[in-house]
């Protein structure tokens, strides 16, 4: 097991628990005390746990994986997930992306869907032959970063203060530029779905956005693995009554699903 999957691991198990043993870690890794113990003051340093006597414990309640650790997670189910968001959008609309694992995958997926003439055949919105085949707007740097250099698709960035967990931009000139678009489709990442309160965040600012591009959007369009289903976070997006598809795996549970359905949202499961 290399040193990143490593702390892959050891950041999961500690997402999972709020706390580590040196002891418990070494042997769930199959590696020695000593190991741990230098992974745990690497990671120390970075400021991503805390060490403590003979372990370590997350930074504060609701734990948070810095986004370059969450991409391997469930990896499978969100390219699929991603794929068949991809396929929702039509030629020449307005895509609006939030950060995250899930939405990235989406983003490289759109990329590729455009670029190799099969969207031509998708949708029923059509664009002029001399506009973008797609314009997307979205607040995380890493997205724009990734779709800057794809010439058949716009890409409009929000200003704003990016968050070094999600390379989300957040705050006031985010919001400023948001309020001045007008979207055809968001496609939203999340950090957990519940019957009763909705889609939630890890962080009120990262909510606060998402529930913006909602606002703006005509379809909103919910992409998350089944391990999101049932679970709740820290701030609250939106209610199930402003969003129209959730796209998820199999790994649903049917109750779930029933749920959904009777709150008005459609889910599709791949």
């Given at each position: 097991m290399s040193k990143h999957e490593r702390w892959n691991t050891l950041l999961e198990l500690l997402a999972a628990s709020g706390k580590l043993e040196v002891e418990e870690a070494a042997t769930a890794l199959d590696v020695s005390a000593a190991t741990i113990r230098r992974d745990l003051d690497e990671l120390a340093e970075q400021q991503l746990l805390i060490r403590t006597r003979g372990g370590a414990?997350?930074?504060?309640?609701?734990?948070?994986?810095?986004?370059?650790?969450?991409?391997?997670?469930?990896?499978?189910?969100?390219?699929?997930?991603?794929?068949?968001?991809a396929d929702l959008i039509a030629p020449g609309e307005v895509v609006g992306l939030n950060g995250g694992t899930t939405t990235t995958e989406v983003a490289r997926a759109l990329a590729l869907r455009f670029a190799s003439g099969r969207a031509d055949t998708a949708g029923t919105a059509g664009t002029a032959s001399s506009g973008p085949a797609l314009t997307v707007v979205t607040n995380a740097l890493n997205i724009a970063g990734?779709?800057?250099?794809?010439?058949?698709?716009?890409?409009?960035?929000?200003?704003?203060?990016?968050?070094?967990?999600?390379?989300e931009l957040v705050g006031p000139l985010t919001v400023g530029v948001l309020n001045e678009v007008v979207l055809d489709v968001v496609v939203l990442g999340v950090d957990g779905v519940d019957?009763?309160?909705?889609?939630?965040?890890?962080?009120?600012?990262?909510?606060?956005?998402?529930?913006?591009?909602?606002?703006?959007?005509?379809?909103?369009?919910?992409?998350?693995?089944?391990?999101?289903m049932g679970r709740r976070a820290f701030a609250r997006i939106c209610g199930l009554d402003r969003i129209d598809l959730l796209v998820t795996d199999t790994g649903i549970d049917a109750e779930a699903v029933a749920q959904l359905t009777e709150a008005g949202v459609k889910v599709l499961t791949v």
């Open positions: 414990v997350a930074h504060g309640v609701s734990y948070e994986l810095p986004l370059r650790y969450k991409s391997t997670r469930h990896a499978a189910e969100k390219r699929r997930i991603a794929e068949a968001a990734e779709l800057a250099v794809r010439p058949q698709i716009k890409i409009v960035t929000t200003g704003g203060v990016a968050r070094p967990q999600t390379y019957a009763g309160l909705g889609v939630m965040a890890h962080q009120e600012d990262e909510a606060s956005i998402s529930r913006l591009f909602a606002e703006r959007a005509s379809r909103v369009v919910v992409v998350t693995d089944s391990s999101k």
